[in-house]
């Protein structure tokens, strides 16, 4: 990240078109030149590390990954796996001798592949009829469990859940059925299923059992990827994450389970650990030495933006120790890992638009910083607790993968996927700025510049707004930092009230508050862009998703600064919008109840406040958005018509609350053909027409 001094400045004054070496601008299909490694993890002696890699042909609308590994210094760096399939999440055995991945390479639904870490074909090893994900290996190295979308009353039976899926899709009659909320869930419907975590023979392949027979979705949905389960390092038994609760539609109270592996498995057999905690409970890891269980916690029910804490449970005592509350970490936790001796835990959090990783000592109970990168994506301690290993971006660094040697502050770079495209293309840096917000604080923004800047000149401006609303944009490689600039718009993107990594506090004062103080930093943001010297306050623009999206049709009822805006996937009609969404959790607590014993439904609604409309605005969304539904979009657009207000509206009929990354293509496009036509950016580099009409690529 990029802090201006007095030199530099100077330099920039004089050379407005300095260091850019000739490289040129960013463009659309640059997003998709860049190659994605993932999430890296060591082998179990320490010498090899393995991960995906996501690559794309924008071409033929085509993307695939593969397994990559090397050694655990970088050298020796191979593709292990072939044939643009789409291959993920490799896990060593624990002997080291061979991986496992999940793979759709032989079409249908994704299973395990093995293969030897020297190499040679991969073997096909399940064949379940649901499909399988998140493989996670016993340490005695028998078993593997894995996660499948399954009929409860089939279980870990292939053939049942087969006959049963195969006339329902594939029969005339087409219809859904619910007694009870959740009965969808973000893009897909229920339909009698529910995820569990079956057992499986790590030689044959074999599903030897239903770990979590039952009604109940096991583990519990998490946006964020979190670990659903883990196994004891005895190999006896699983601890797992369920949420059994009645309401599912108004209740985050997912709990950690624990079951053994031995014999027959009943649904009453699994013990709740966690109960007397009524908030969530996620992300269990056992420690090496067995006595303990990690895992995160949230205290306030129905509260999923409550402050993340590491908890530890205690298998002799069968007690609950909280690691971290408001007093001692106050931003939210987001993954965790034991020290090899059991007497540290590795943590990562939210701060400040980084994501660092620390470490807490047990005894001590002291916290201290170990590294700071950018955003960090996936990160594995070496079995010698030495290094890290970490897949790590930035505004102006496309993803690759570093170690960090624990103790020092510098870091290596192991992999060099996009040194090409670093080489070609002026990736912008962000700088960034602390502006006055509603009271008495700060709020933090960043700032992209475009290419080819000088500061003599003035540039239209965008404002990108977070969804959320807690969440926090971050330092991150995203198309959005390096697209605009590179049609030559000035990029700014902020963290006002809501946000996370700010403390707890921070975030929860939206609350029942979405379009007040939040609304109010923003604004004093833009008073602090507009003063720039090189922003054209005449030529400012906004865009956001989700909340960023209800934001946007917030502005388009409040304020007439923007000259153009851009919706996407936004919350119109807060009163429609709860008798159609599904986690009900959410609305009910930001929103301070129901829409009949609640004022804040129409307080806040940007429906509210049509008369005002007057700006013009692009309306982006998708079909099977279940989270934010689609007719939100459309009623918005309905009336920006009505009031005369040019607008334009995009459907996706096949994408949910986040389009596919082809999908994507056309929503950048639509983006810079909608700015340049309000701001005077450059133009898009497709014909919206033909791109709508498959006359571009991807035939």
């Known amino acids: 990240m990029r802090k201006l001094t007095l030199l530099p400045l100077l330099l920039l004054i004089l050379c407005p078109v300095i260091a850019q070496s000739g490289k040129r601008a960013f463009d659309i299909a640059d997003v998709y030149k860049t190659v994605s490694p993932g999430a890296p993890d060591f082998s179990p002696d320490g010498k090899l590390v393995i991960f995906s890699v996501q690559k794309y042909k924008l071409e033929e609308a085509k993307s695939w990954s593969e397994i990559w590994m090397m050694n655990a210094d970088g050298s020796n760096l191979r593709q292990m796996t072939f044939g643009e399939n789409r291959d993920s999440n490799p896990v060593f055995s624990p002997d080291g001798t061979r991986f496992i991945f999940v793979s759709l390479r032989e079409g249908g639904t994704p299973q395990l592949f093995s293969m030897r870490v020297d190499g040679g074909e991969a073997k096909q090893l399940t064949k379940f009829s649901m499909g399988v994900?998140?493989?996670?290996?016993?340490?005695?190295?028998?078993?593997?469990?894995?996660?499948?979308?399954?009929?409860?009353?089939?279980?870990?039976?292939?053939?049942?859940?087969?006959?049963?899926?195969?006339?329902?899709?594939?029969?005339?009659?087409?219809?859904?059925?619910?007694?009870?909320?959740?009965?969808?869930?973000?893009?897909?419907?229920?339909?009698?299923?529910?995820?569990?975590?079956?057992?499986?023979?790590?030689?044959?392949?074999?599903?030897?059992?239903?770990?979590?027979?039952?009604?109940?979705?096991?583990?519990?949905f998490s946006l964020s990827g979190d670990r659903g389960y883990d196994f004891s390092p005895d190999s006896k038994e699983l601890c797992f994450v369920s949420n059994r609760e009645k309401d599912q539609a108004s209740t985050t109270n997912a709990d950690l389970w624990v079951v053994a592996l031995d014999g027959e498995v009943k649904e009453s057999d699994a013990i709740n650990i966690t109960e007397a905690n009524d908030g969530w409970d996620g992300a269990p890891?056992?420690?090496?030495?067995?006595?303990?269980?990690?895992?995160?916690?949230?205290?306030?029910?129905?509260?999923?933006?409550?402050?993340?804490?590491?908890?530890?449970?205690?298998?002799?005592?069968?007690?609950?120790?909280?690691?971290?509350?408001?007093?001692?970490?106050?931003?939210?936790?987001?993954?965790?890992?034991?020290?090899?001796?059991?007497?540290?835990?590795?943590?990562?959090?939210?701060?400040?638009?980084?994501?660092?990783?620390?470490?807490?000592?047990?005894?001590?109970?002291?916290?201290?910083?170990?590294?700071?990168?950018?955003?960090?994506?996936?990160?594995?301690?070496?079995?010698?607790?030495?290094?890290?290993?970490?897949?790590?971006?930035?505004?102006?660094?496309p993803p690759e993968i570093f170690v960090h040697e624990v103790g020092n502050t510098g870091r290596r770079q192991l992999t060099h996927f996009n040194k090409q495209l670093t080489a070609d293309v002026d990736i912008r840096p962000a700088e960034e700025l602390w502006l006055p917000g509603a009271g008495d604080y700060k709020v933090h923004t960043f700032i992209v510049k475009p290419h080819g800047f000088d500061p003599t000149k003035k540039y239209p401006l965008i404002l990108n707004v977070h969804g959320g609303p807690q969440q926090q944009w971050m330092d991150s490689y995203r198309g959005d930092w390096q697209v605009y600039p590179g049609k030559g718009y000035v990029l700014a993107f902020a963290n006002p009230t809501g946000s996370t990594g700010y403390g707890q506090d921070f975030t929860d004062a939206i609350g029942c508050d979405w379009g007040g103080r939040a609304y109010q930093d923003l604004m004093k943001v833009t008073d602090g862009l507009a003063a720039l010297p090189y922003v054209d306050s005449a030529r400012m623009g906004a865009m956001g998703w989700s909340y960023g999206g209800y934001m946007m049709m917030w502005f388009e009822g409040h304020t007439n600064r923007f000259k153009a805006i851009a919706t996407m996937m936004g919350l119109y009609n807060l009163t429609a919008m709860y008798g159609s969404t599904e986690e009900l959790w959410f609305v009910e607590k930001d929103l301070c109840g129901q829409p009949w014993n609640s004022e804040h439904f129409r307080k806040w609604s940007p429906s509210e406040y049509v008369a005002n409309f007057k700006t013009p605005n692009l309306v982006i969304t998708g079909e099977l958005d279940y989270r934010v539904p689609y007719t939100q979009s459309l009623e918005f657009f309905t009336a920006l018509q009505k009031m005369n207000v040019p607008s334009r509206l995009i459907v996706l009929p096949n994408a949910g609350h986040w389009p596919s990354w082809y999908e994507m293509v056309l929503y950048y496009n639509a983006h810079l053909d909608w700015f340049h036509r309000w701001l005077g950016g450059e133009k898009a580099p497709w014909d919206m027409e033909k791109l709508l009409r498959n006359e571009v690529f991807g035939k």
């Open 133 to 220: 994900a998140d493989p996670a290996w016993s340490p005695d190295g028998k078993w593997i469990a894995v996660t499948a979308e399954v009929f409860p009353e089939c279980g870990s039976d292939s053939a049942c859940n087969e006959k049963i899926r195969k006339t329902w899709e594939e029969g005339k009659l087409k219809a859904h059925m619910a007694d009870s909320l959740l009965y969808r869930h973000w893009t897909s419907w229920a339909d009698g299923k529910a995820a569990h975590v079956l057992l499986v023979n790590a030689e044959s392949g074999e599903v030897a059992k239903d770990l979590t027979p039952g009604q109940w979705v096991s583990p519990t």
């Open 285 to 397: 890891l056992y420690s090496p030495d067995g006595r303990y269980i990690a895992y995160r916690s949230q205290e306030k029910p129905a509260y999923e933006s409550d402050l993340f804490r590491i908890a530890m449970y205690d298998r002799q005592t069968k007690s609950v120790r909280y690691l971290t509350d408001r007093k001692t970490f106050d931003n939210w936790v987001t993954e965790v890992e034991w020290a090899p001796d059991s007497k540290r835990l590795y943590f990562q959090a939210e701060y400040q638009g980084r994501n660092p990783i620390l470490a807490l000592d047990l005894d001590a109970g002291k916290i201290s910083r170990l590294l700071t990168h950018a955003t960090i994506t996936g990160w594995k301690v070496s079995p010698d607790a030495k290094t890290i290993v970490y897949n790590s971006r930035g505004v102006a660094q």
